[in-house]
């Protein structure tokens, strides 16, 4: 029984999960830009997560909202 269902785990990762991987395996000899988009699109996301966190940081700058103060956490004291 739990043998089957080990079995089943992996062909449902081997057969369906998987298969988007599968498909770029087999166009990257054909298109590397292609093969690559996921990845470029992963750099891309970040890029814009880093810059929407530092303007954030740089609005809290500004409004001098941020405790600069040297005990502003408990370990610092």
């Given at each position: 029984?739990?043998?089957?269902?080990?079995?089943s785990?992996?062909?449902l990762?081997?057969?369906?999960?998987?298969?988007?991987?599968?498909?770029?395996r087999?166009?990257?000899?054909?298109?590397?830009?292609?093969?690559?988009?996921?990845?470029?699109?992963?750099?891309?996301?970040?890029?814009?997560?880093?810059?929407?966190?530092?303007?954030?940081?740089?609005?809290?700058?500004?409004?001098?909202?941020?405790?600069?103060?040297?005990?502003?956490?408990?370990?610092?004291?």
């Amino acid at each position: 029984m739990f043998k089957d269902f080990f079995y089943s785990i992996g062909w449902l990762f081997n057969e369906f999960l998987f298969l988007p991987f599968d498909i770029l395996r087999s166009i990257q000899f054909e298109s590397w830009y292609l093969a690559n988009i996921v990845s470029w699109s992963f750099i891309f996301i970040g890029i814009l997560g880093a810059a929407y966190w530092l303007k954030k940081l740089k609005e809290f700058e500004n409004n001098n909202e941020e405790n600069k103060d040297i005990t502003s956490h408990s370990f610092l004291k």
